[in-house]
């Protein structure tokens, strides 16, 4: 079983901690899991049992929301957003299975047109909430990259 493994939308997402070894992976894909958004690195053995299967496998790996975002950080929000529209179920993971996850899910409601009210709801600490926060203030401009710095787009 996952670190921290919890189910915030019923049957169509899930956050953890990172997979470490291919039975962590095995469990995964056990409970349904088939999109994969990784925001810290996963242990050797979980990374050569992801490459033998038919999953989709996206690495965006982010050590902090304060710092600068990997390029097209957005697209990989959208990205997420479209999976859990089509897939059986995302997982989303940073190291330990809390504040990057959670953050991150926060941004899929938002890009999913929910209300600010329930994304923040999933964000405990307030540089995250304020991350949250300055996401949302930039998806009400055109052209402007959410939560990152010019470089990040």
């Not at 921290?4 to 049957?11: A, I, K």
Request: negative net charge; proline residues 7%.
């Amino acid at each position: 079983m996952l670190r921290n493994y919890v189910e915030v939308e019923d049957g169509r997402v899930a956050i953890s901690g990172a997979p470490q070894t291919a039975d962590d992976v095995n469990w995964m894909v056990s409970q349904g899991i088939q999109c994969l958004f990784s925001l810290h690195p996963v242990g050797e053995g979980a990374r050569a049992r992801l490459a033998e299967l038919d999953l989709l496998w996206v690495e965006c790996l982010v050590s902090d929301f304060s710092r600068d975002l990997p390029p097209n950080f957005r697209q990989t929000v959208i990205a997420a957003v479209e999976c859990i529209s089509w897939k059986p179920k995302v997982l989303i993971h940073c190291q330990g299975g809390g504040g990057r996850s959670y953050s991150f899910y926060a941004l899929t409601l938002l890009e999913r047109h929910l209300p600010m009210a329930p994304a923040l709801s999933q964000v405990e600490k307030e540089p995250q909430r304020a991350f949250v926060h300055g996401y949302a203030a930039a998806l009400r401009y055109d052209g402007e990259e959410p939560g990152g710095s010019p470089e990040a787009t």
